[in-house]
């Protein structure tokens, strides 16, 4: 399957009702909240149930977790209105799936990484996020892969990450034919901090195009 759709796009690393705002007015799908605590866009629970709260219902909030424990992704849960849970590390299918939550699940696209047979371990997932892969580094790095990787036919719901930037990410989604686009490091100030006229500009090079 391949979707035709204008991609979706979500703003992943928030961390201040502003951006949230901002990226909301600006047109984006979904808003990520890192529950990642090495992560510089790190964001405690209960700064993330306000950001959530202030979106509304139809604005989709995901949480990225990172080999969280069942223990801490619960107790996230409980405390933030999360729609859908994105498992950045190593969780297995039925670790992710105990959450009575949508799931993405993400993969790095390690050298001779295969994307077919990995997306059939995980019969549950409600999509799949392809990112760049970095030794040592889960997400976030603000790096791309080669996008000739990513399958422009697939009939589970695909989405592009990985050094996406407002300058990038038209030819990135030409070559790729996404459901969706994530990015976070290439629409900051620094790191955990949006910029707002790169935001809106990613944005609106995903929706509007000059070709559409
Ligand atoms: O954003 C982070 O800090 C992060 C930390 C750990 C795992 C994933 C993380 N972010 C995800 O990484 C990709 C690509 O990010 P970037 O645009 O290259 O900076 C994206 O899926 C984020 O959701």
């Known amino acids: 399957m391949t979707f035709e759709i204008?991609?979706?796009?979500?703003?992943?690393?928030?961390?201040t009702q502003a951006d949230a705002q901002h990226a909301v007015n600006s047109g984006a799908d979904a808003l990520g909240f890192v529950f990642y605590e090495?992560?510089?866009?790190?964001?405690?629970?209960?700064?993330?149930?306000?950001?959530?709260?202030?979106?509304?219902?139809?604005?989709?909030?995901?949480?990225?977790?990172v080999n969280a424990s069942y223990e801490e992704v619960s107790s996230t849960l409980d405390q933030v209105p999360l729609s859908v849970l994105q498992f950045h590390g190593d969780e297995t299918n039925e670790f992710c799936r105990q959450?009575?939550?949508?799931?993405?699940?993400?993969?790095?696209?390690a050298p001779g990484f295969d994307v077919e047979?990995?997306?059939?371990?995980?019969p549950d997932a409600s999509g799949f996020i392809l990112d760049a892969y970095k030794p040592g580094v889960p997400g976030g790095t603000g790096q791309s892969f080669e996008w000739h990787r990513f399958p422009r036919?697939?009939?589970?719901?695909?989405?592009?990450?990985?050094?996406?930037?407002?300058?990038?990410?038209?030819?990135?989604?030409?070559a790729t034919k996404p459901y969706g686009v994530d990015v976070s490091g290439g629409v900051e100030l620094?790191?955990?901090h949006k910029d707002p006229e790169k935001v809106m500009?990613?944005?609106?090079?995903?929706?509007?195009?000059?070709?559409?």
């Open 6 to 15: 204008i991609p979706r796009v979500k703003i992943c690393g928030i961390t």
């Open 38 to 65: 090495p992560s510089p866009r790190s964001i405690a629970p209960s700064a993330a149930r306000e950001i959530a709260l202030s979106v509304g219902p139809l604005i989709t909030t995901i949480g990225l977790f």
């Open 99 to 109: 959450f009575s939550r949508p799931f993405i699940k993400a993969f790095r696209m």
């Open 117 to 122: 047979p990995a997306l059939e371990q995980y």
């Open 153 to 174: 036919e697939s009939d589970r719901p695909l989405i592009l990450a990985g050094g996406l930037n407002p300058s990038n990410v038209e030819g990135a989604i030409v």
């Open 190 to 192: 620094a790191p955990g």
């Open 201 to 212: 500009a990613f944005i609106n090079a995903v929706k509007h195009p000059p070709w559409r």
